[in-house]
């Protein structure tokens, strides 16, 4: 299985900090097609996780432009501009590339 | 709007069997798959396996081929997933999840193994 490591395990910040958390995976994540299908969520406390970003860098509708991701092969980066109350949670990169798909341990941003 | 609505606690007892569902509306169930996943308290998130809504094919993560089944009834744009043999190591919230990769998800229902 696709090992996904997550780095920090945990944050915390001031509200309107910056901060990216790392996601590396022990293979490459980059499909047959030429894709990558490595995806960010967010899991707020007791909540479902909802979806921010998917494949590497594409916003989904809704999600405030101060979210941005990069990344290529095996290394990615989640980078959180101007943190709001409402970015706090844990947030987890997934990757489905390879069966089984899998997730990283998450990183919990809190408040400093 | 896209809406997946999960059924509500359960608690078994060791050895039992559960079915859980997640009820859909919002889009074509057909043309999606829909993904299950396993949230211990406090810990990672497990994905079990998918199963495409047109047709009912399926795939497993090995690590849940004979604890899980899933199926799908179209004509209630309803995914299932039968939990089997339970143990407390299935204690947990199960979560639904619409394609593509993650991108909708159910409630969560949490499931309690215990005598």
């Known amino acids: 299985d696709v090992v996904m490591t997550q780095t920090p395990p945990s944050l915390s910040v001031a509200i309107g900090q910056s901060v990216s958390i790392s996601c590396k995976s022990s293979?490459?994540?980059?499909?047959?097609?030429?894709?990558?299908?490595l995806h960010w969520l967010l899991q707020s406390s007791g909540r479902s996780p909802k979806r921010l970003i998917y494949?590497?860098?594409n916003l989904d509708s809704g999600v405030p432009d101060r979210f941005s991701g990069t990344g290529s092969q095996k290394d990615f980066t989640l980078k959180i501009s101007r943190v709001e109350a409402k970015d706090l949670g844990v947030y987890y990169c997934a990757q489905t590339t390879h069966f089984p798909y899998t997730f990283g341990a998450g990183t919990k941003l809190e408040l400093k | 709007e896209v809406q997946l609505q999960q059924s509500g606690a359960e608690l078994v007892k060791p050895g039992a069997s559960v079915k859980l569902s997640c009820k859909t509306s919002?889009?074509?169930?057909?043309?999606?798959?829909m993904s299950w996943l396993k949230q211990m308290p406090g810990q990672n998130i497990e994905w079990i396996g998918n199963?495409?809504?047109?047709?009912?094919?399926?795939g497993y993560n090995q690590k849940f081929k004979g604890k899980a089944t899933l199926t799908v009834d179209k004509s209630s744009s309803t995914a299932y997933m039968d939990l089997s043999s339970l143990t407390s190591e299935d204690s947990a919230v199960y979560f639904c999840?619409?394609?593509?990769?993650?991108?909708?998800w159910g409630q969560g229902t949490l499931v309690t193994v215990s005598s």
């Open positions: 293979q490459s994540l980059v499909y047959s097609d030429g894709k990558t299908y």
């Open positions: 494949q590497v860098s």
């Open positions: 919002g889009y074509t169930f057909s043309n999606y798959y």
């Open positions: 199963i495409y809504g047109g047709n009912g094919g399926t």
């Open positions: 999840a619409r394609g593509p990769w993650f991108a909708y």
